[in-house]
């Protein structure tokens, strides 16, 4: 007995909670074989935050105001609790962290982060512990050299010195891993593509007692392909991607041969069962069926899984059980988005002398809220905000620099049904921004007409909270963050008739098909997202949508300046860098068709415009609606969802044909139940 406690309290100097072990397999493997004898078994549970998006605290930037609903150090809370319930843990992040929040812009555009200076959200993140993180798509937001200098990488890539040049900066204390994205100079990885980390546990041998024993955990990172059309104008010509199957099937093996006991893929996106392709954004479904693969970490859809409830169209696929929370078979979990939920995998381990394997039927797969069953908000953990309390107070001071005002309300409450308080204004500055530099610098493009289409960025997808809505009075920098919620940068496309109209069907997705004959009550909006949902707001463009049509023949009466649009009639189309370059998937829009590949962010154009405009009207900057709902009887109700007693704003946009008909949906959001009559 006194042998094997020495052996354990030896190993515990030798593999610390968290250690990276990629160089003694040999020595691992006979630590295990000597401290666990055949028969031992236990449980890992495997923690996992995701999407974050630098949301350190409770707290909401744009309405200055503490929003317990969300927030990091209210997952800190969850993670202790998890810590105290199950003695073997391993807390894994899985990207989209550096970026979101005023905050996450201010150290990365206001006041960029010194190379020594370790970013607000790596800081909460090194407080509680994590084993290892992964990469998602908008740590890619801010470019390379950002991103290299804040994870304390030294990225061999054009436009940074030779690696050996590179000062060493601070980043996260935990490792971060990335498989599938390349350096085009060097052919290797940007990050390290897998480690393995040495997790001493504490497990019960045959005879019943208490033993310790050592499982090597490999973590491997994937992030969607996409990255290269969204953030084309950072990582062209910089990286390049390989599909997330084919790098699995490279790396995954070379885990195992050096030693791996369990591999865990870190893969920031979804699930897509549509053929697999090496571009697809979310293909964590053909990732699963890579053999050697344990469990698999996932987010970037911002949704939670497993729940049996789910009618998530990805949760709902063939081999997906969303109760148990396996994708063919492989356990599985999404942790919402914000903080709002922690992510748990409890693999069951068993040791037969030579490998440890997995126990499925005793493996538990769950997500928990950070909002309890009473509704209220487990407490923030308190050791956070002081860590990060400068760079909160310094954000809070600069969002609020006043730079006009407005005699109006610019919500998205009811941007769906055609209010454009909060678009227009970003659409004015969009196309005015745009036309000054055609005129100036493409003289061959000036005598096209310059559009612009914006979308309801905020559109109640986390409750009723999550919209747009800047009071009357005084405009600060956080109210031009709230209406332009993104880091993007303008662009400028050359577009046809016929592109118009096809870039607006798609966006007429954001609707469900409507049967005017049915009596019940039909939901009005789908799960297509309220950032999708294009459109113009201008007395030149006018247009129907008629919600009764199929997908793809909803755009009804095209008119420009009254007249219809000629298929082939050309016209510049002021957007940002992520549509105009592939995101959301709108035919045409490949990057092909960009005219002006603006530097300057959307936020910052808006921010300039609001600036010269001075006094912002509802006449001149938030009534212009070109869309309306094509006139149509039906039986039966349409319904749709936004935030409680809010119906006076959509009297205010003129929307007489809106009616609020339960005050609370029952969805526990936050959200009322209106009904739209498409008659009027």
């Excluded at 078994?41 to 969300?70: G, I, Q, R, W």
């Excluded at 297509?528 to 113009?536: E, I, L, Q, R, S």
Aim: glycine fraction near 8%.
């Amino acid at each position: 007995m006194r042998t094997t406690l020495l052996i354990s309290a030896l190993l515990s100097l030798l593999y610390g909670c968290g250690s990276s072990d990629n160089d003694s397999n040999t020595a691992g493997a006979a630590a295990n074989a000597s401290v666990a004898p055949a028969g031992t078994s236990t449980t890992l549970a495997l923690l996992e935050t995701t999407d974050l998006h630098t949301n350190v605290l409770s707290y909401d930037y744009f309405k200055l105001a503490a929003d317990n609903s969300l927030g990091f150090e209210r997952t800190a809370t969850l993670i202790k609790a998890a810590r105290s319930e199950f003695p073997n843990t391993m807390l894994v992040d899985n990207g989209d962290t550096i970026q979101g929040t005023a905050l996450a812009d201010y150290q990365a555009l206001v006041n960029p982060a010194a190379c020594s200076q370790k970013l607000a959200i790596y800081k909460a993140m090194d407080l509680v512990g994590f084993d290892g993180g992964g990469i998602g798509n908008h740590e890619f937001n801010y470019g390379l050299p950002f991103l290299n200098q804040v994870t304390g990488s030294k990225f061999d890539v054009e436009g940074l010195p030779a690696p050996a040049q590179q000062a060493a900066c601070a980043g996260p204390a935990f490792p971060q891993v990335l498989a599938n994205v390349y350096s085009v100079r060097s052919k290797a990885p940007l990050f390290t593509p897998y480690t393995i980390i040495s997790k001493q546990l504490s497990a019960t041998g045959p005879d019943g007692k208490r033993v310790s024993a050592i499982v090597k955990v490999g973590i491997i990172g994937f992030t969607p392909p996409t990255i290269m059309s969204w953030d084309k104008r950072w990582l062209e010509g910089k990286v390049y991607t390989d599909g997330l199957r084919e790098t699995a099937q490279k790396y995954v093996p070379e885990m195992r041969a050096k030693g791996a006991d369990l591999v865990v893929a870190i893969s920031h996106g979804g699930l897509d069962n549509s053929p697999y392709s090496p571009t697809m954004e979310n293909g964590n479904y053909y990732l699963s069926q890579v053999p050697g693969i344990d469990a698999m970490l996932i987010g970037h859809s911002h949704q939670v899984f497993p729940d049996a409830a789910s009618t998530v169209g990805q949760f709902n696929l063939p081999g997906v059980d969303k109760a148990k929370g396996t994708v063919n078979g492989v356990p599985t979990v999404m942790a919402n988005y914000w903080g709002k939920h922690l992510g748990v995998i409890a693999l069951n381990l068993a040791w037969d002398g030579k490998s440890w394997s997995i126990d499925k039927n005793k493996t538990l797969v769950q997500v928990r809220s950070i909002q309890n069953a009473d509704k209220t908000y487990v407490a923030a953990d308190a050791s956070i905000a002081p860590a990060v309390q400068a760079e909160h107070d310094a954000t809070i001071q600069y969002v609020k620099t006043p730079i006009g005002t407005t005699d109006f309300r610019m919500s998205s409450y009811f941007a769906d049904v055609g209010d454009v308080a909060a678009i227009e204004i970003v659409n004015q500055a969009q196309a005015d921004y745009v036309a000054k530099y055609v005129q100036t610098n493409l003289p061959q493009y000036a005598s096209l007409p310059v559009l612009s289409v914006s979308a309801p960025f905020k559109s109640g997808f986390g409750g009723g909270s999550d919209y747009t809505d800047v009071a009357a009075g005084n405009v600060a920098i956080n109210n031009a963050a709230d209406l332009y919620l993104y880091p993007n940068t303008v662009y400028a496309v050359k577009v046809t008739g016929a592109d118009i109209k096809a870039w607006l069907e798609t966006a007429a997705k954001r609707f469900n098909q409507i049967d005017p004959t049915k009596t019940t009550a039909q939901e009005l909006v789908g799960s297509f997202p309220g950032y999708n949902f294009d459109m113009f707001t201008s007395k030149d463009i006018s247009y129907e949508i008629d919600v009764t049509q199929p997908v793809g023949s909803r755009i009804k009466n095209l008119l420009y300046q009254g007249a219809p649009i000629p298929s082939t009639q050309e016209f510049i189309v002021a957007t940002n860098n992520y549509r105009a370059s592939g995101g959301g998937n709108f035919p045409g829009l490949d990057g092909s068709k960009t005219i002006y590949a603006s530097p300057d962010a959307n936020r910052d154009v808006l921010i300039n415009y609001i600036k010269t405009a001075k006094a912002l009207t509802q006449a001149a900057n938030g009534s212009d609606r070109s869309w309306r709902f094509a006139r149509v009887v039906t039986s039966g109700p349409v319904v749709f969802h936004s935030a409680q007693n809010a119906l006076p704003l959509a009297q205010k946009a003129g929307l007489t044909n809106v009616t609020q008909l339960q005050a609370d949906d029952g969805g526990g959001k936050g959200l009322a139940l209106y009904q739209v009559d498409l008659s009027q």
